[in-house]
């Protein structure tokens, strides 16, 4: 089972950037995605979610006008569109899923495999 996180880099404010997440070892499509995200200091935060067929989305507070979730099972990958970055947006972001479920809240103690994590800085 691994995630493999990619996409992150150094980025203006104001930027965007399209982080992947590609999946080998299982049945991509069974599984609910997660992307969350953990600045240093700070406790790992749920971003956004996507059930396995593709069809619900989810958003804390944080994510919602700024990310987009998507996934295309076809390649077992799942996406986070992030727009508008601003300094806020600087952390280390994971993807995770827990094998077990179709949907899944935003709570990060329910997910039990995670990818290495992808680095975002947005400076000037």
């Known amino acids: 089972v691994q995630l493999q996180a990619s996409g992150g880099g150094l980025v203006q404010p104001g930027g965007s950037l399209r982080l992947s997440c590609t999946a080998s070892?299982?049945?991509?499509?069974?599984?609910?995605i997660g992307w969350f995200r953990q600045a240093p200091g700070k406790e790992r935060e749920g971003v956004a979610v996507i059930s396995a067929s593709g069809v619900r989305t989810d958003y804390t507070d944080s994510g919602k006008g700024r990310f987009t979730i998507s996934r295309d099972n076809t390649k077992n990958t799942a996406y986070l569109q992030i727009s508008n970055l601003n300094t806020d947006n600087t952390a280390v972001y994971y993807c995770g899923t827990d094998l077990e479920s179709a949907t899944l809240p935003l709570v990060a103690h329910l997910y039990t495999y995670w990818g290495q994590g992808t680095q975002v800085t947005v400076s000037s």
């Open positions: 070892g299982f049945a991509f499509d069974y599984y609910a």
